[in-house]
């Protein structure tokens, strides 16, 4: 695809860490270098540490995962604009925490303010986790369905908790992509609507996570995230940045609105899919996928094979 067409920015979400992440970036190019030397200073300890070396269930902690994310996402877009490889910027798009990513590099904050909110992000979901744990296990889950559409997700959470208490919690989370949802709830609810989707024909897995993402369980979390975005200093970005809640996107002149959906996405479903198919439809031009993790141009593959994605995982050969 020509480099003369206006960049769409993909930014990966929390599950594309791990441990090496961002090093070929930081070896290759000082600007990336420089950004996690930047990153190291604000948070007061060893990202760049943690994302080149590990170990990986440090670096997977939630609290640990996202900021690493963030750094690692912005370090290697700095490396591409100075080799001259994105060019105009028509739009943006994240996943989850992407959608962060996709708004600081919009111009909506500045890269303190963004690492720190996402850092913040991070602990608050992992400490809705935490204080909900019973035992030694925790008290929210994600599963994973293959095969299922939006409707057979809504009714193997619908029979699931048919079958458990009333306080359970199960609902869709993640619209990925065709054949790729995730639910999310009580973990209970989880492990059962393992058999659940099974007796429907559906493959089910539980993911390992530290919680139930996106969904009413992460309540406590996005209050506290409410707070945090007010503190952050808004700008109008420069570009379109598509919702995970709308799949649509942000009212840019809106700042209220913007941080009202960011505090919506802890406990909404990521539309990722639909985000997708809206963006061809009306933003088409090149889809930069930037580092780390090739999971958003897997997922593209799945939504429209005729779409093709850049991915910048790793930095170019030629420049380590």
């Known amino acids: ?103 600081h590099l919009a111009g909506a904050m500045d890269f303190e303010s963004g690492l720190k909110l996402v850092r913040l992000r991070g602990q608050f979901m992992q400490e809705a986790a935490d204080s909900m744990r019973t035992g030694d296990g925790p008290a929210g889950g994600m599963t994973a369905l293959i095969g299922a559409d939006e409707a057979q997700a809504g009714l193997i959470c619908e029979q699931t908790l048919e079958k458990g208490g009333p306080d359970e919690v199960l609902v869709p989370a993640n619209f990925n992509c065709p054949g790729q949802i995730v639910i999310s709830g009580s973990i209970a609810a989880c492990l059962r609507a393992v058999d659940v989707a099974s007796a429907m024909g559906v493959r089910a897995t539980a993911l390992k996570v530290a919680g139930a993402f996106h969904s009413p369980m992460m309540k406590p979390a996005a209050a506290r995230l409410a707070e945090a975005l007010e503190r952050v200093a808004w700008k109008t970005p420069t570009v379109p940045v598509v919702s995970n809640v709308t799949a649509r996107p942000h009212d840019l002149h809106d700042a209220a609105s913007i941080r009202r959906l960011l505090v919506e996405q802890l406990t909404s479903p990521v539309r990722w899919e639909q985000s997708m198919v809206w963006m061809i439809e009306n933003l088409p031009g090149r889809n930069i996928e930037l580092a780390p993790g090739k999971t958003l141009s897997g997922m593209m593959r799945r939504i429209d094979k005729a779409v093709k994605v850049e991915n910048y995982a790793e930095a170019p050969s030629e420049a380590v």
Not at 7 to 35: E, N
Not at 38 to 66: H, K, M, Y
Request: glycine content about 12%.
């Open 1 to 103: 695809m020509s480099d003369s067409l206006p960049a769409i920015l993909l930014c990966p979400g929390q599950g594309a860490q791990h441990v090496g992440m961002g090093r070929s970036w930081a070896q290759g190019f000082d600007v990336a270098k420089k950004t996690f030397e930047e990153a190291d200073r604000i948070l007061g300890f060893s990202l760049s540490g943690l994302c080149f070396n590990g170990p990986e269930d440090q670096l997977g902690r939630t609290d640990v995962a996202q900021p690493a994310i963030f750094t690692a996402s912005v370090a290697c877009h700095r490396a591409l604009q100075s080799l001259g490889k994105i060019g105009e910027v028509r739009a943006a798009a994240g996943l989850s925490l992407g959608e962060f990513t996709a708004l």
